[in-house]
């Protein structure tokens, strides 16, 4: 998982060519701190197939103003080619994040493919 600020998010998170999960959250809030591990087992499963990137909604007013993101956390936004095409709500375990998605392309999350050479 990646951290990406107002200054790092053009070329870490639309430059990257790659399907990209952005997760908006507040370091030290509760639901947060519970989606963490969550997010790491994700990107764990996905085996370099997705890049997960962290926003903190309170150090990144631009990305939060671009996104539409207020206080009310977490929010997950799923991109493909830097254009949104899922948002998920609330603290979720990352089995679901994973049929969310899934169900959303209507496929096994190893659809999503990187190119071999680029790893998060």
Same mark, same amino acid.
């Given at each position: 998982?990646?951290?990406v600020s107002d200054e790092t998010?053009?070329?870490r998170v639309l430059g990257s060519g790659?399907?990209?999960l952005?997760?908006?959250g507040r370091r030290g809030d509760l639901d947060s701190r +519970? @989606?963490?591990p969550e997010l790491v087992a994700f990107e764990a499963k996905m085996d370099g197939r997705v890049l997960v990137a962290a926003v903190d909604i309170e150090s990144c007013p631009?990305?939060?103003?671009q996104w539409g993101v207020g206080f009310d956390a977490p929010v997950l936004i799923f991109l493909r080619y830097? +254009? @949104?095409e899922r948002?998920?709500?609330g603290v979720r375990p990352a089995a679901r994040i994973e049929r969310d998605l899934a169900e959303y392309f209507g496929g096994e999350p190893e659809h999503f493919t990187l190119p071999p050479d680029v790893r998060p």
């Open positions: 998982m990646i951290v998010y053009q070329e790659y399907p990209v952005l997760v908006f +519970v @989606m963490g631009e990305i939060c103003r830097g +254009v @949104m948002v998920l709500h």
